[in-house]
């Protein structure tokens, strides 16, 4: 008689190792019922399981991995697809996602040969219900054969790898990266894994299956949280997950996944090259020892230490000048090198000696090499020796969506960048140390560039910087936010623009400083922090100042809008690569009328220049297409003709497109600032800090025209979802007209 299988197990959402058993035990259970049930005997076939269930790491959502194993004998594959038919239909009808495979141990084996994911999963393969012994025969065969075929499975494995962190970046810098996929994620431990199956390097040590603890940890309170399968997570999760995890912010979540990522990436690292010295250690490296510095040489492709570096009292200089040789010679450093500097260089003697000073500098200016060699010289807590301040910012999150990295891999990669700027710079070696410092002060209240620049002169004069340089570094930390928010939150043609800016600056060598950093901290931060219009702004800002400091005058720079000559007939509309030019008959609204229709062509404002003589209006936009691609120049000219004259029903076409939009919630409502009067010319700036939305512009425009404000020109500033749009109004205002003012501004940036 059939037995009827156990109701599907009602699974516990919760996280941790102790849930991730119960659920694994009740699984096993139920299936092995299902297994009985659908007449599985203890002879001649196996129910197995594999991937995450095989391993017993049981999310919450996971699915089922399984394998119904049949011995191969005669009829025993049909008999196999019978009862596997009943098995998947009640797996399926008690809601579980399945990924499931009838097969021999002869096919099994077959295809391990030429499937990676199959070959790995033989290796974790466990038994839920069956023939005990078919399983144990197919698992000592598929480990004898794994370890038989891993001269050319290996470096598949290899492939595969390198093309998913290529895919999914490194996971213990990404602010919202995919615990699975990414490097140093769950996969890589798996892989981990594989290689010590083969015996080319050791498995797991203790702190790497630690870390792997806590991403699946992770993992199981991202699935309770929300309620699917899902491995990457988001910033509007963390705090959810923060709570499951007794973790008490959802700060101290991305630094534990952070830490975690860091150390299954470093053996992920180590074990890689001990699988290119096993495969091919003829090529690899030097068998015999490689001069690359003093007391640092090369063997078998790791740096390590010369033999006479190795004294009771080692030279406190010696960590740097290793890494900065490593970092040169593009070479990673011993693991057991590593461990023998942590363990016994001393602290650095206070100032710097020159050659600690120099061997950082040459390890900060060595490019993208010199990220692996911080980072390897950071998990054996080398950087505090050196920077003590760099325990505080480590796996730092990030704030502010633009940024893709944590602010010390923010900080790391900025020095890189900067690295690439060198020659267009007075002082290369400041340059790629402020880029190291710039954002030192971040995770301290207050402005971090205001609150970093004291800790980076510290940290500065603890090198043995000359009192000069010290300042030096102080006042481009300081100041390393000038060049980009003036130049897209200020009118560049305003000479108090250019005076303010250059007042600040003071000379030639810190403006070249600032205006490289200002590239660099903008390429590590990620595509979002950077466009070609920004770059023409800040370059143009550079220039106007430059005239400045070396003329000592401040020159108007032209309006653009002025620089229009009067067409025969209005309204008129200039279309270039990168500007909006229209000339018109001065009405109430025209600004909102043209950034409207701008709008709905898909066209990003950036600045807007107005100039009003005699009854006509003159305006220049600076556009740049909101989802790229090209622009359908007739119709926005149409558009544009038909909008200034009143013709274009924008208000009603931009409100239709903003409530059928799917948009986030703001994270904070909108916000006005004035600035001081000294700010402008003849004119009062107001900002307005919002959350981005397509037709913010125009609403904002129609506000201001309708309390009667002058818009002489705007600056548009976005940063992912957040913008800051700085408005120039003419005259001056008082506190009554202010309010007035605001008041209208902050209803008109709520979201429809």
Same mark, same amino acid.
């Given at each position: ?57 049981? !999310? ?248 006479? !570096? ?29 461990? #023998? ?119 500065? !004069? ?53 205006? !490289? ?15 070609? #219009? ?219």
């Amino acid at each position: 008689m059939t037995q009827l299988p156990a109701p599907a197990p009602v699974l516990s959402t919760g996280a941790g190792a102790d849930a991730r058993a119960e659920r694994c035990a009740a699984i096993d259970e139920w299936l092995a019922s299902v297994f009985s049930s659908a007449g599985g005997g203890t002879a001649g076939a196996c129910l197995v399981a594999v991937g995450g269930l095989g391993r017993r790491e049981c !999310a919450p959502r996971s699915d089922l991995d399984l394998v119904l194993l049949h011995d191969g004998g005669p009829g025993a594959e049909a008999a196999a697809d019978e009862l596997g038919s009943q098995i998947w239909y009640q797996v399926w009808d008690a809601k579980f996602a399945l990924d499931h495979s009838t097969r021999s141990p002869e096919l099994a084996l077959k295809l391990a040969r030429d499937d990676l994911k199959v070959a790995l999963g033989l290796l974790d393969a466990r038994l839920i219900a069956g023939d005990e012994a078919l399983l144990q025969r197919l698992h000592a065969a598929a480990v004898a054969q794994w370890r038989r075929e891993a001269r050319h499975l290996l470096p598949a494995l290899r492939t595969l790898t390198t093309q998913r962190w290529q895919a999914h970046g490194e996971l213990a810098f990404l602010l919202e990266g995919d615990v699975k996929e990414s490097r140093g994620g769950l996969r890589d431990f798996s892989v981990l894994r594989g290689i010590g199956f083969a015996g080319v390097a050791d498995g797991p040590r203790p702190a790497v299956r630690g870390a792997h603890r806590t991403l699946l940890d992770v993992r199981d309170a991202l699935h309770a949280v929300r309620g699917r399968r899902v491995d990457r997570l988001l910033a509007q999760d963390r705090d959810e997950v923060a709570e499951l995890l007794d973790l008490g912010d959802r700060d101290e979540v991305l630094r534990r996944i952070a830490e975690s990522a860091r150390t299954i990436a470093y053996a992920s690292d180590d074990a890689w090259r001990a699988v290119e010295r096993w495969s091919a250690p003829s090529t690899r490296g030097h068998a015999e020892r490689r001069p690359l510095a003093r007391d640092v040489v090369e063997q078998r492709g790791e740096v390590v230490l010369a033999r006479a !570096a190795v004294t009771p009292r080692p030279d406190p200089a010696l960590p740097l000048r290793v890494a900065a040789a490593a970092a040169r010679a593009d070479l990673p450093i011993a693991h057991a090198t590593l461990e #023998w500097l942590g363990g016994f260089a001393g602290p650095m003697p206070r100032p710097w000696p020159a050659p600690a000073r120099d061997a950082l500098l040459t390890l900060l200016g060595s490019g993208p090499s010199m990220i692996s060699v911080w980072e390897a010289c950071d998990r054996y807590g080398l950087v505090v020796k050196w920077l003590p301040e760099w325990a505080r910012v480590r796996s730092l999150p990030q704030h502010n969506p633009v940024h893709l990295f944590t602010v010390d891999r923010h900080l790391v990669e900025t020095a890189r960048q900067a690295a690439g700027l060198t020659r267009d710079v007075d002082r290369p070696d400041l340059l790629v140390l402020c880029g190291l410092l710039h954002d030192i002060g971040k995770g301290l209240p207050g402005d971090h560039s205001i609150v970093g620049a004291p800790i980076a002169a510290v940290a500065a !004069a603890r090198m043995g910087l000359s009192a000069a340089d010290v300042a030096q570094v102080e006042k481009v930390v300081r100041l390393h936010l000038l060049l980009p928010d003036t130049a897209t939150r200020r009118d560049l043609s305003d000479p108090r623009t250019i005076a303010t800016v250059a007042s600040a600056v003071g000379d030639a060598t810190t403006l070249s400083l600032l205006h !490289a950093l200002a590239r660099a901290d903008a390429a590590a931060t990620g595509p979002a922090a950077w466009s070609e #219009w920004k770059g023409r702004l800040i370059a143009e800002l550079v220039r106007h100042v430059e005239r400045a400091l070396d003329t000592g005058v401040v020159a108007a720079p032209p309006n653009p809008a002025a620089a229009l000559a009067v067409p025969s007939k209005l309204p008129a509309v200039l279309l270039d690569t990168h500007t909006v030019a229209v000339t018109a008959s001065d009405r109430r609204g025209l600004l909102a009328a043209v950034a409207g229709c701008l709008s709905l062509h898909r066209l990003d404002v950036v600045t807007a220049d107005t100039v009003t003589v005699d009854g006509l209006a003159r305006m220049v936009c600076a556009v740049h297409p909101r989802y790229g691609g090209d622009i359908d120049r007739e119709a926005l000219a149409s558009d544009l003709r038909r909008a200034v004259t009143g013709d274009l029903p924008v208000a009603e076409r931009l409100a239709a497109r903003e409530r059928s939009a799917r948009r986030r919630a703001a994270s904070a409502p909108p916000r006005v600032v004035w600035q001081p009067l000294s700010a402008a010319t003849d004119a009062t700036v107001l900002e307005l800090r919002a959350t981005d939305t397509p037709g913010l512009l125009f609403r904002v425009a129609s506000a201001l025209g309708d309390v009667g404000a002058d818009v002489r020109s705007a600056r548009i500033s976005t940063l992912g979802g957040e913008v800051v749009d700085a408005f120039y109004l003419a005259g001056t205002w008082d506190a009554e007209a202010r309010a007035r003012v605001q008041a209208a501004v902050l209803q008109a940036a709520l979201p429809l």
